[in-house]
């Protein structure tokens, strides 16, 4: 199975200040068709999680753009340029590249 | 707009059984691929199955194969995760996802005598 990492646990973060999560995969994302299936999923207290971003950096429908991604092959980063409050919440990172899909962790970003 | 609406869950006794339901609606549910995603109190996110969208693949995590069947009807736009012996370590939250695009509110499968 891909084991996937994340770094750092929990962030405290300031109000308009950047945050920045990384991922790392135990080994390359890169399905067989050429693209790399690593996606970014954002959980509000008490809500289900919700995707941000999908195949790296590719921000889904009503995604704010202060979220952006990046990365390649197993090293991969989730960049909030000005945290709001609504950010708070648990951030994951996820392959579906290959089955069993697996997730990071979570990071805790809290201000 | 889209939306999965999850039944099913409850208090089971350990060795029991439980069906769950999806209804997706806003989207053209027979071509999405649809996954099964629980998550233990305070506990991460860990995939438990998935029905391929194209063609009639499944897939499951090794904690639940054996024990677990996924199914959906097109027709119906419903999917379905069949429970079978299920034991503490499967309570937990499973929400209903379509792709990793849409998530379902969750519901809630307790396994404790």
């Known amino acids: 199975d891909i084991v996937m990492t994340q770094t750092p646990l929990s962030s405290p973060v300031t109000l308009g200040q950047p945050a920045s999560i990384s991922c790392r995969s135990s080994q390359s994302l890169v399905h067989s068709d050429g693209i790399t299936y690593l996606n970014w999923l954002q959980q509000r207290p008490g809500q289900p999680p919700r995707l941000l971003i999908y195949?790296?950096?590719n921000r889904f429908s009503g995604v704010p753009d202060r979220f952006s991604g990046s990365g390649a092959g197993t090293d991969f980063t989730l960049k909030i340029s000005r945290v709001e409050a609504e950010d708070v919440g648990i951030y994951y990172c996820?392959?579906?590249?290959?089955?069993?899909?697996?997730f990071g962790q979570g990071t805790k970003v809290e201000i | 707009e889209v939306q999965l609406v999850e039944s099913g869950g409850g208090l089971v006794q350990p060795g029991g059984s439980l069906r769950l339901s999806c209804a997706a609606s806003?989207?053209?549910?027979?071509?999405?691929?649809m996954s099964w995603v629980r998550q233990a109190p305070g506990k991460g996110l860990e995939w438990v199955s998935t029905f391929s969208g194209s063609g009639d693949s499944t897939y499951y995590a090794d904690s639940v194969k054996g024990r677990f069947a996924i199914s959906r009807d097109n027709s119906k736009n419903t999917l379905y995760l069949q429970m079978n012996s299920l034991r503490a370590e499967d309570t937990a939250v499973y929400y209903c996802?379509?792709?990793?695009?849409?998530w379902g509110q969750g519901t809630l499968v307790t396994v404790s005598s």
């Open positions: 996802v379509g792709s990793l695009d849409y």
């Open positions: 996820t392959q579906a590249t290959q089955f069993p899909w697996t």
């Open positions: 806003g989207f053209t549910f027979s071509s999405y691929t």
């Open positions: 195949k790296i950096s």
